[in-house]
């Protein structure tokens, strides 16, 4: 697990795919596929595939891991992987050019988000990634709205993005 956290801060996502996969297979073999330790290995798993914008298999996985939290009734909204996972899930998808998957899994990542302490940054960043999804589809309007709400949560952060974009 740590080594394969640790190949993803290096940016040697090969490596900590690699180690992810295998890291899966045996947390699904010692502990079983229903339990919590594996399901964290999905979504580390998820986050490695996500950090190499290997964004297929990022939705496959996420996919996976959501599947068998609510199946297995681990589905848990005060648990940040639980909810982060629909960004991961929207953000694959908006990548893959699926407008409206992304879009539904937006709303549901920022609903679920709203809902813990200290998340304004990532919901600004899920606001503002959203935007762009909507802005894909035509929907101005609603862009701007995310936009403005993505603004009000983190206005540094915010500012710094538009300032880089304009370089």
């Known amino acids: 697990y740590h080594l394969a956290q640790t190949y993803n801060e290096l940016k040697l996502h090969e490596d900590a795919t ?3 996969e ?3 297979g045996h947390y699904g073999m010692f502990y079983g596929k229903r339990s919590e330790e594996y399901l964290h290995a999905l979504y580390q798993l998820s986050t490695m595939y996500f950090s190499s914008k290997n964004y297929p298999k990022c939705k496959d996985i996420t996919t ?6 609510v199946n297995e009734d681990l589905f848990d909204e005060s648990k940040f992987a639980d909810c982060y996972s629909f960004a991961l899930l929207a953000e694959s998808e908006a990548m893959l050019g699926n407008i409206s998957d992304a879009e539904e899994c937006f709303i549901i990542a920022d609903t679920l988000l709203a809902k813990q302490e200290g998340t304004a940054k990532i ?7 959203r935007a762009v999804n ?3 589809s035509g929907n101005l309007v609603l862009a701007d709205s995310c936009l ?4 009000e949560l983190d206005t540094e952060s915010i500012t710094n993005m538009v300032s880089s974009l304009n370089t």
């Open 148 to 151: 403005n709400a993505a603004f």
């Open 64 to 69: 996976e891991y959501l599947s068998r939290s």
């Open 18 to 20: 690699r180690i992810g």
């Open 123 to 129: 919901r600004a960043h899920i606001l503002n990634q």
């Open 22 to 24: 295998k890291m899966i």
């Open 134 to 136: 909507l802005i894909k």
